[in-house]
């Protein structure tokens, strides 16, 4: 290029990157074999109209210029053919200084392979709307990814418990299994589309009729887990429903020794006792205490801490073990198959009082779809977190959850709580944290 002002040469330097990153071509960092390419190339009728309009120099062959001597020197010929510059049709050329083109890094020092085209583009949009540049940028921050899946990842809990009581404790639906079938119905469509369509995570095969059984067995305690979990709704309050939930480290504690024989650190069991004893307090000064709704829910807190210890005896190498979300598309629909004839059996012609409730209110359809797309997501944001953070966060995440879906439910459902109940469940949590961090120690 010749002499050009500052302003100029950073626009085309800027557009030289986006090309580059486009293109994704690493170019040497004085791209004189770019312009020595191109150089070769006779110029084109319209090419000398403009040199000579614009008061640049012109040539009849590729070449490359020398800036001091006045001549171009044709690369390969062996000749000098001679030019002038017509300075004073264009006085803006001569005085400003010629600005070095910063190197275009390679491939690798770009990222990988698509970073650089956004650094690049962002840096190009950059001069024509500065704000949105910065909006692409941070929405490719990993803190802010982070941050929303976690986000996420609460609303999804914490909604899927609010809707599951006010379906069933107020709206009136009364169909805790048949509600529990649709929500694996969901599970199995979501992760199929996700697995197979998406791709969100490669696909797992079951390698054989051994693993499957191990599979369907995982499925029934966790078909037996969610409907204890969704029928103590009806009676209990949501607090009190994850007051009990919080003492899951304690049944898990419990099967470890039971099915393993592995004996933890005398520290560990002694951090479970503020857990039993948080719990005694809430259930003594629980307003709304339910005999049997407390059953059904330390039922399903016993069943979650069961199917984890199955799980990690039962696929245990690395030829059957399967991540989160292929083991979901997996359960799923063993899930489903199992619940429609136990729902039928229970709970009754339950098709038909739903479609009479849905003809008496069409909104029963849009609260059942998305009680279950919920669901689902509660299972999708769960392996999110995981993945962004580690097991260790997500345990740290549920302990506070916990709490924060418990004023939150007592916020919307207005139940009313003692100090003493209060109290429990923190004393609870206390313990639940202490768990952690002993048994985190134990094995350090």
Same mark, same amino acid.
């Given at each position: 290029?010749?002499?050009?002002?500052?302003?100029?040469?950073?626009?085309?330097? %800027?557009? @030289?990157?986006?090309?580059?990153?486009?293109?994704?071509?690493?170019?040497?960092? &004085?791209?004189?074999?770019?312009?020595?390419?191109?150089?070769?190339?006779?110029?084109?009728?319209?090419?000398?109209?403009?040199?000579?309009?614009?008061?640049?120099?012109h /040539?009849?062959?590729?070449?490359?210029?020398?800036?001091?001597?006045?001549?171009?020197?044709?690369?390969?010929?062996?000749?000098?053919?001679? @030019?002038?510059? !017509?300075?004073?049709?264009?006085?803006?050329?001569?005085?400003?200084?010629?600005?070095?083109?910063?190197?275009?890094?390679?491939?690798?020092? !770009?990222?990988?392979?698509?970073?650089?085209?956004?650094?690049?583009?962002?840096?190009?949009?950059?001069?024509?709307?500065?704000?949105?540049?910065?909006?692409?940028?941070?929405?490719?921050?990993?803190?802010? &990814?982070?941050?929303? &899946?976690?986000? $996420?990842?609460?609303?999804?809990?914490?909604?899927?418990?609010?809707?599951?009581?006010?379906?069933?404790?107020?709206?009136?639906? !009364?169909?805790?299994?048949?509600l529990?079938?649709?929500?694996?119905?969901?599970?199995?469509?979501?992760?199929?589309?996700?697995?197979?369509?998406?791709?969100?995570? #490669?696909? *797992?095969? +079951?390698?054989?009729?051994? *693993?499957l059984?191990? +599979?369907?067995?995982?499925?029934?305690?966790?078909?037996?887990?969610?409907?204890?979990?969704?029928?103590?709704? /009806?009676?209990?309050?949501?607090?009190?429903? *994850?007051?009990?939930?919080?003492? &899951?480290p304690?049944?898990?504690?419990?099967?470890?020794?039971?099915?393993?024989?592995?004996?933890?650190?005398?520290?560990?069991?002694?951090?479970?006792?503020?857990?039993? =004893?948080?719990?005694?307090?809430?259930?003594?000064?629980?307003? =709304?205490?339910?005999?049997?709704g407390?059953?059904?829910?330390?039922?399903?807190?016993?069943?979650?801490?069961?199917?984890?210890?199955? *799980?990690?005896?039962?696929?245990?190498?690395?030829?059957?073990? =399967?991540?989160?979300?292929?083991?979901?598309?997996?359960? $799923?629909? +063993?899930?489903?198959?199992?619940?429609?004839?136990?729902?039928?059996?229970?709970?009754?012609?339950?098709?038909?009082a739903?479609?009479?409730?849905?003809?008496?209110? #069409?909104?029963?359809?849009?609260?059942?779809l998305?009680?279950?797309?919920?669901?689902? %997501?509660?299972?999708?944001?769960?392996?999110?977190?995981?993945?962004?953070t580690?097991?260790?966060?997500?345990?740290?995440?549920?302990?506070?959850?916990?709490?924060?879906?418990?004023?939150?439910?007592?916020?919307?459902?207005?139940?009313?709580?003692?100090?003493?109940?209060?109290?429990?469940?923190? +004393?609870?949590?206390?313990?639940?944290?202490?768990?952690?961090?002993?048994?985190k /120690?134990?094995?350090?």
């Amino acid at each position: 290029f010749p002499a050009v002002t500052p302003r100029l040469q950073r626009d085309r330097s %800027l557009f @030289w990157s986006l090309i580059c990153a486009v293109c994704d071509r690493p170019v040497s960092p &004085t791209r004189k074999d770019f312009f020595q390419q191109s150089s070769r190339m006779p110029p084109t009728p319209a090419t000398k109209l403009f040199h000579i309009s614009a008061g640049l120099p012109h /040539r009849s062959g590729g070449g490359e210029r020398e800036r001091g001597g006045g001549a171009m020197v044709e690369a390969g010929h062996g000749h000098t053919q001679t @030019w002038t510059t !017509r300075r004073g049709s264009n006085p803006r050329l001569e005085p400003d200084p010629v600005i070095e083109i910063p190197p275009t890094p390679p491939g690798e020092a !770009r990222g990988n392979g698509g970073a650089g085209k956004y650094a690049a583009a962002a840096s190009f949009l950059s001069l024509f709307c500065p704000t949105s540049s910065a909006a692409a940028a941070a929405s490719f921050s990993p803190t802010v &990814t982070t941050a929303l &899946t976690i986000a $996420a990842w609460y609303l999804s809990n914490i909604g899927v418990l609010l809707l599951n009581k006010y379906l069933l404790s107020i709206y009136g639906y !009364r169909y805790p299994i048949f509600l529990t079938m649709l929500h694996m119905v969901s599970c199995s469509l979501y992760s199929l589309a996700a697995v197979h369509w998406l791709g969100l995570v #490669p696909l *797992q095969h +079951i390698s054989s009729r051994r *693993q499957l059984l191990k +599979i369907a067995a995982l499925s029934v305690i966790f078909c037996f887990s969610v409907v204890c979990g969704n029928t103590s709704l /009806r009676y209990i309050p949501v607090s009190f429903n *994850q007051a009990v939930g919080a003492t &899951t480290p304690f049944f898990t504690a419990v099967f470890a020794f039971l099915l393993t024989c592995r004996r933890e650190h005398p520290l560990v069991y002694l951090a479970l006792l503020p857990v039993v =004893l948080g719990i005694v307090l809430a259930s003594n000064s629980e307003p =709304l205490f339910h005999l049997f709704g407390f059953l059904v829910c330390v039922g399903s807190t016993a069943g979650r801490a069961l199917k984890s210890v199955v *799980q990690g005896i039962l696929l245990t190498s690395e030829a059957e073990r =399967l991540n989160s979300m292929n083991l979901l598309m997996y359960m $799923a629909p +063993i899930a489903a198959a199992i619940l429609l004839p136990v729902s039928l059996y229970v709970e009754g012609n339950v098709a038909a009082a739903t479609l009479d409730k849905a003809r008496a209110d #069409p909104n029963m359809v849009l609260l059942l779809l998305g009680n279950a797309t919920v669901a689902y %997501l509660v299972n999708l944001t769960n392996f999110l977190v995981t993945k962004h953070t580690s097991a260790l966060t997500l345990q740290v995440l549920g302990n506070a959850k916990a709490a924060v879906a418990a004023v939150v439910s007592v916020l919307i459902f207005r139940n009313p709580v003692t100090v003493m109940g209060i109290t429990g469940f923190a +004393i609870t949590i206390m313990g639940v944290v202490l768990y952690s961090e002993a048994k985190k /120690r134990s094995k350090s």
